[in-house]
């Protein structure tokens, strides 16, 4: 359990005159389950490529799989399997839900390979994971948001990833879909003893689930257990006013308010 | 009729058209779902740039269409990636500056050359048998391209950055389409001429979206749509002695409304199965 599987020592990431994230000192332990919250423009998705090896650290150093993360290589990056976020999808490309899944053994399997029996079997036992074998000739398009997430955390499995990366998992979708999902990423957490690294702005909907929540704004400002991550002085820091605890514990934050 | 058929040129023009109308609605599919189709059309026209420099300098045309249209197409590609003006801009500047200069070398031309306006406007029963087997070798590789990388261009069709993030060298497959637009092009050049070419790269493809919603499905039709329409194209060119490019292109534009009018898109979406 206590293998570091994601480490990032002070590193620094950003764009030519922006800091998106700066001096993040973290480490993920194999098969932790991990949210990560902030405020938008709080570098969330930042931290979601880097992880991915889509951007080089400015400063400081960021390995994954024990390798530097923008020497990546195509097959470490299969090993990470990652749903984006919500609305990059063109909902009228023309593909089957099994077509979406078996793109997912594409990084895997490397240049000049085409998808085997076998490959076929591991989307389809990906799909049977996420309850949507029996949609495997329906277009992507005809489905539902929610089933929409399934297939796609489907294609991420069908990677046979170590890690799971989720970024807003939960965004646009009502929300008996949105506790479907997270059932079901817990599920695999526990089931396929996945890494998983939940990136979302609804900090109520996965308190219960992590293990270890992260709040990040452009800086770290705290890791750990959600009771002890959760409480009004910590959360202050980086919601300011927009804050409020009700007496059930709830935190509700007005998101919307930040921009950068 | 039959007897048209058996005359060298028409056979020879037959097999043109079928060579580029299929080439050009394969790499249509990818170009239509990857979003390149102005990308495209900026491309041909550098393309006959080139073909206007190598006639001002007594060169062959090909070679210099092929420089003309990489270098062209790659610079949209760096657009894309690390532009700061907005994508349209940058290749409607690209656009208009290379057919400017290829207007430049034809006002260069010491006498008129028909030849030249044969690549602007297509000439594909005057393709000769030296040009036949240039298109035959350019289709070879190109088709051969798509079918080796098939599974990484539709992937990054779908989404470049979830397939760079699954281990896709997404940016290297996706100048590889950019260079095998600029061939297609190329190779088409002479047979449906250098304003129309874009047309048969979008318009079989566009149809197929219309009818399917498989990506295996969309590439098929697409294939047999382009086919269809040069093959019917030159037959009524050469029928009606008609224009061969605006015949093609008009086939193939009769067919894309059909299939709009019928599309199954159009209908009212029902989601299938049970909603979660």
Redo the contacts between chains.
């Keep these: 359990m206590s293998n570091t599987i994601i480490r990032f020592s002070h590193a620094t990431f950003g764009f030519p005159g922006v800091v998106a994230l700066q001096d993040i000192s973290l480490e993920i332990a194999e098969g932790e389950f991990v949210g990560v919250i902030g405020p938008n423009g709080s570098g969330k998705t930042t931290l979601c490529r880097a992880v991915?090896?889509?951007l080089r650290p400015l400063e400081g150093s960021l390995r994954i799989f024990d390798c530097a993360c923008e020497k990546l290589?195509?097959?470490?990056?299969?090993r990470?399997?990652?749903l984006?976020q919500k609305g990059?999808?063109d909902r009228?490309?023309?593909?089957?839900v099994l077509?979406?899944v078996l793109?997912?053994r594409?990084?895997?399997?490397g240049?000049?390979k085409?998808?085997s029996q076998r490959d076929r079997e591991i989307a389809l036992e990906a799909l049977a994971n996420v309850g949507m074998e029996?949609?495997r000739d329906?277009?992507?398009?005809?489905?539902?948001g929610?089933?929409q997430q399934?297939v796609l955390i489907a294609r991420?499995l069908a990677?046979q990833p170590q890690v799971l990366l989720l970024d807003e998992p939960t965004t646009g979708i009502d929300l008996?879909?949105q506790h479907?999902v997270l059932d079901l990423v817990r599920r695999l957490h526990r089931d396929l003893g996945l890494t998983v690294l939940l990136i979302t702005h609804d900090i109520n909907m996965i308190r219960t689930l992590v293990d270890r929540l992260v709040l990040l704004k452009t800086r770290l400002f705290a890791a750990g257990p959600p009771e002890e991550v959760l409480k009004p002085d910590v959360l202050r820091q980086v919601y300011g006013k927009d804050l409020v605890i009700t007496e059930k514990d709830l935190v509700i934050v007005e998101d919307y308010h930040h921009h950068r | 009729m039959l007897e048209m058929l058996s005359y060298d040129f028409m056979q020879r023009s037959l097999l043109a058209a079928a060579l580029v109308g299929g080439l050009c609605s394969l790499i249509g599919v990818f170009v239509v779902l990857r979003g390149l189709a102005f990308a495209g059309a900026g491309t041909a026209h550098a393309a006959f740039a080139g073909v206007a420099l190598a006639y001002l300098m007594g060169l062959p045309p090909l070679p210099l269409a092929i420089l003309f249209g990489l270098l062209t197409v790659w610079a949209t590609g760096v657009m894309e990636e690390k532009g700061r003006l907005k994508l349209d801009v940058s290749i409607g500047i690209l656009y208009t500056a290379t057919m400017a200069l290829a207007i430049l070398f034809i006002g260069l031309m010491k006498e008129y050359n028909a030849e030249v306006y044969g690549y602007l406007f297509g000439s594909v029963l005057s393709v000769t048998p030296e040009e036949l087997g240039g298109i035959v070798g350019l289709s070879v590789v190109v088709a051969g391209a798509i079918f080796v990388f098939s599974k990484e261009l539709y992937f990054i069709a779908f989404d470049q950055e979830m397939a760079e993030a699954s281990g896709v060298p997404a940016r290297r497959i996706f100048y590889l389409l950019l260079t095998l637009v600029a061939f297609t092009v190329v190779v088409s050049l002479k047979t449906v001429g250098a304003i129309l070419v874009f047309a048969m790269v979008l318009i079989p493809a566009s149809t197929a979206y219309q009818l399917t919603r498989s990506l295996s499905h969309m590439t098929a039709y697409s294939v047999v749509i382009g086919i269809t329409s040069a093959i019917g194209g030159v037959l009524v060119s050469s029928l009606w002695d008609l224009p061969s490019g605006p015949a093609i292109v008009l086939l193939a534009t009769s067919l894309f409304f059909l299939s709009a009018l019928f599309s199954p898109k159009r209908l009212r979406r029902v989601p299938t199965g049970p909603s979660l």
Excluded: K, V, W
């Design positions: 991915l090896g889509l290589r195509c097959h470490h990056r299969a990470i399997g990652y984006p990059a999808l009228d490309f023309p593909i089957t077509e979406t793109m997912g594409y990084g895997a399997l240049l000049f085409r998808p029996n949609q329906t277009a992507l398009g005809h489905l539902s929610g089933q399934r991420a990677q008996t879909t479907s």
